[in-house]
């Protein structure tokens, strides 16, 4: 997160500090949300490995599997996002010197903005052309999980990654540190 040392000065900086502290905090809601679809996989996984030799299986557990891995997939792309744990491109800042670091920030900005802003662009054409259901993954019901679900989670991480990139520009732009994470989060 923003280095301990940091003290913000003037209404600007203590709402942007709030608002990253917000965003942080939210990163580690989108790590839980990883953390449940991977547990679902790996149960359901565990289930059938284990009922098959009492002659059990259920054809539905194989598409709520990659269904959880697609949700983990695109709930991770934020998570990664906000907790810093994407790609860094320090070693082109400490090549370049003091500006550097200014200068890979913004870049990493508008990169993210760029890319968030092109899925965003798509979206409405991502849901419109993905009817129908996911076939087998059913549920308690008898309903079949509809194929605009999967894309969900991607809208929802590209929207906060958008924002996040917006939230650190300001950041930049009101003289307040980039985030770094030295350890693990959660710790």
């Known amino acids: 997160m923003t280095p301990e040392n940091f003290e913000p000065e003037g209404a600007l900086q203590r709402a942007l500090f709030r608002l990253d502290t917000l965003n942080w905090r939210l990163g580690g809601v989108f790590i839980l949300l990883c953390n449940i679809c991977l547990l679902a996989m790996l149960g359901l996984t565990t289930l059938t490995i284990v009922a098959r030799p009492f002659g059990w299986s259920a054809y539905w557990i194989w598409p709520w599997t990659m269904v959880f891995f697609v949700w983990l997939s695109f709930f991770g792309f934020f998570a ?12 082109l800042a400490n090549r370049i010197g003091t500006a ?33 259901v996911v076939d087998g993954a059913i549920f308690p019901g008898g309903k079949e999980l509809m194929r605009q679900a999967l894309s969900v989670p991607l809208f929802i991480s590209a929207i906060l990654i958008f924002l996040t990139a917006l939230l650190d520009l300001a950041k930049q732009f009101a003289g307040m540190p980039e985030n770094i994470s030295i350890h693990h989060p959660e710790v």
Do not use: E, H
């Open 80 to 91: 990664i996002f906000v907790r810093l744990k994407d790609v860094r491109i320090d070693f």
């Open 100 to 132: 550097g670091y200014a200068v890979t920030r913004s870049l990493s900005d508008l990169c993210a903005l760029g890319v968030c802003f092109i899925l965003l662009q798509q979206m409405p054409t991502v849901l419109a052309t993905s009817t129908g």
